[in-house]
């Protein structure tokens, strides 16, 4: 049996999120070769962290002296705070709701919008206390941010707010990994609104940031005084691209074990709605993970897993609860060995870009798929370390 992580006590399954904290660490020091010492990073942990999970990774880079954390939702920022992370936190987006609790908890959201100002605003004045924002711009992306013809009027307004400090001004690339001449244009753009801003007020704000992951490697010029590098810290690439340009360590491996191996004869069909049939005399393995651990039911027939350094095939309809592989090729291959759904391995890594690309979306929403019911088990050295 090939298993070379032990279940740690009190978790009964053997499927795990195992996340390496050295690989964080080492990532976090790669991007900052790329950047200007004056340039302060936001590491982007919403989503819980990418699926790594937004306490241990945060805490982590805290004590790596990572100067803000950018998260997506109130309550994200929340929970931050309630885990002891004492840095900056920018909340990149706030509703119609929460900004008392932001105040509360000194989290500063984004100000995004006119309705957005307006609440804002309103919510400081009555609460009568200091709050921190940072103004979004649109400079190219669409989706949210306050338009050339909006913004400098909501900045006057914000400016003229007695407990409303513009602590940051932000946009968002929306290429930057795959078209250079257009993210220069943001870029431009941004620039002038920024010196725009510098006439409003002198300096306009002491965080201006526009450049994601992708943003720090294709272009630097786009640092400026704060970063909000994302993918690129938990070791996974925004387009294949940035491999050639930067090495990063993919901080998960996503793993299981194998449940039973069974010998069918040909013709036999397997899992739900009998989607393959044996094609010869079969040994298929059962594992213990399925689509309701985050391992994507459009896997089936398509995906592979790593066991014993080795591809074994995804064959039938992936499960809530349990997946089937071919190992007919792999006669070793028994009860109880694990098996690398994706990430590194002992020996080989199997690339959560590589299952992305194959069933047509991107590594960030295979990341974020791994569901909260799989234990995350935090590594340093290659071994299991307690996470407060």
């Given at each position: ?18 996340i390496d904290l050295d690989a964080i660490a080492d990532n976090l020091r790669t991007l900052r070769s790329l950047l200007p010492r004056s340039a302060a990073v936001c590491a982007i942990v919403k989503a819980n962290a990418y699926g790594h999970g937004a306490v241990p990774v945060s805490r982590e880079l805290q004590a790596r002296g990572v100067d803000t954390f950018g998260v997506a ?153 704060m970063v909000r590098p994302g993918l690129l810290l938990y070791g996974s690439y925004p387009d294949p691209s940035l491999r050639d340009k930067i090495t990063v360590k993919p901080a998960m491996t996503f793993r299981t074990n194998v449940l039973l191996v069974k010998t069918l004869p040909p013709d036999s069909p397997v899992s739900y709605s009998r989607t393959f049939y044996t094609q ?109």
């Amino acid at each position: 049996m090939n298993s070379p992580l032990s279940v740690p006590d009190g978790i009964y399954r053997s499927t795990l999120a195992v996340i390496d904290l050295d690989a964080i660490a080492d990532n976090l020091r790669t991007l900052r070769s790329l950047l200007p010492r004056s340039a302060a990073v936001c590491a982007i942990v919403k989503a819980n962290a990418y699926g790594h999970g937004a306490v241990p990774v945060s805490r982590e880079l805290q004590a790596r002296g990572v100067d803000t954390f950018g998260v997506a939702t109130v309550e994200e920022g929340i929970e931050l705070r309630q885990a002891g992370i004492e840095r900056p936190i920018l909340v990149l987006g706030v509703g119609f709701s929460g900004i008392e609790a932001a105040q509360e908890h000194g989290l500063a959201p984004v100000v995004y919008s006119p309705g957005s100002a307006e609440r804002i605003s309103q919510a400081a004045r009555r609460m009568e206390k200091p709050l921190s924002v940072h103004l979004k711009i649109d400079t190219g992306m669409g989706r949210i941010g306050l338009l050339e013809d909006e913004w400098p009027e909501i900045l006057e307004d914000l400016l003229e707010n007695p407990w409303i400090e513009v602590e940051g001004i932000a946009t968002h690339f929306s290429s930057a990994d795959t078209d250079k001449d257009f993210t220069l244009t943001q870029l431009g753009r941004f620039q002038e609104a920024v010196d725009r801003a510098g006439r409003m007020r002198n300096p306009p704000a002491s965080r201006i940031h526009a450049a994601n992951s992708a943003g720090i490697v294709n272009h630097p010029e786009s640092a400026l005084t704060m970063v909000r590098p994302g993918l690129l810290l938990y070791g996974s690439y925004p387009d294949p691209s940035l491999r050639d340009k930067i090495t990063v360590k993919p901080a998960m491996t996503f793993r299981t074990n194998v449940l039973l191996v069974k010998t069918l004869p040909p013709d036999s069909p397997v899992s739900y709605s009998r989607t393959f049939y044996t094609q010869r005399v079969s040994r298929i393995a059962t594992l213990a993970v399925g689509y309701a651990d985050g391992y994507r039911r459009d896997l089936s027939n398509r995906g592979w897993v790593l066991i014993r350094g080795q591809k074994a095939p995804v064959v039938g309809t992936v499960t809530m609860d349990l997946t089937m592989v071919d190992v007919t090729d792999l006669p070793e291959v028994s009860e109880g060995d694990e098996a690398i759904l994706f990430g590194p391995g002992e020996q080989v890594c199997l690339p959560v870009e590589d299952l992305a690309e194959e069933i047509g979306t991107i590594s960030y929403e295979l990341l974020c798929a791994v569901s909260r019911r799989v234990p995350r088990v935090y590594t340093r050295g290659g071994k299991i370390v307690d996470v407060p």
